[in-house]
């Protein structure tokens, strides 16, 4: 979907047992929907420090821990509002459960920038930059996850 757009797509560098990262993955039938990718914080690069290193240590220095959500992408035949529901559900869970995350931040294309605010509650702490794996633009939103989850995660646990 990244190259499709016209963005730079480098997949990441393979990790054996790494497991710091997982991989959602949403199907329709016997066809890949949707990707998003959460990765704790382990001390080493998240991939938003690339372009915002200061923040990602301002959150570090509250004692905060944080899940990185990157990679969204989705097949256009099978993109709707409650798959997206559903794989940022699956996302939060995830991130509460298996890596105990209490925040959670995604370097976004400014043109998402007020989906994410609007439906999964995140808020903007990272200027306008240009993000070299992609070669586009991007900012940095941030959500506190222990919050009371927005209301689209609580319709998607319905749906």
């Known amino acids: 979907m990244y190259a499709w757009r016209g963005y730079r797509a480098e997949p990441p560098a393979p990790s054996p047992g790494h497991t710091d990262r997982i991989t959602l993955a949403a199907w329709q039938d016997d066809e890949l929907a ?28 509250k004692q905060l821990r944080i899940c990185e959500y990157s990679r969204l992408a989705t097949d256009p035949e099978f993109s709707s509002p409650a ?61 506190n996850l222990q919050h009371t989850i927005p209301e689209s995660f609580a319709t998607a646990k319905a749906a």
Not at 37 to 51: M, Q
Not at 104 to 126: D, K
Request: glycine content about 4%.
């Open 34 to 61: 949707a990707t998003l990718t959460l990765s704790r914080d382990n001390g080493s690069e998240l991939l938003c420090e690339t372009l915002y290193k200061d923040e990602i240590a301002a959150l570090r220095a």
């Open 83 to 143: 798959l997206l529901q559903k794989l940022f559900h699956t996302a939060y869970l995830l991130s509460r459960s298996h890596f105990d995350a209490s925040d959670a931040v995604v370097e976004v294309n400014p043109r998402h920038s007020r989906y994410y605010q609007r439906e999964w509650g995140f808020s903007r702490i990272g200027p306008l930059r240009i993000c070299p794996r992609v070669e586009a633009p991007a900012i940095l939103l941030h959500r």
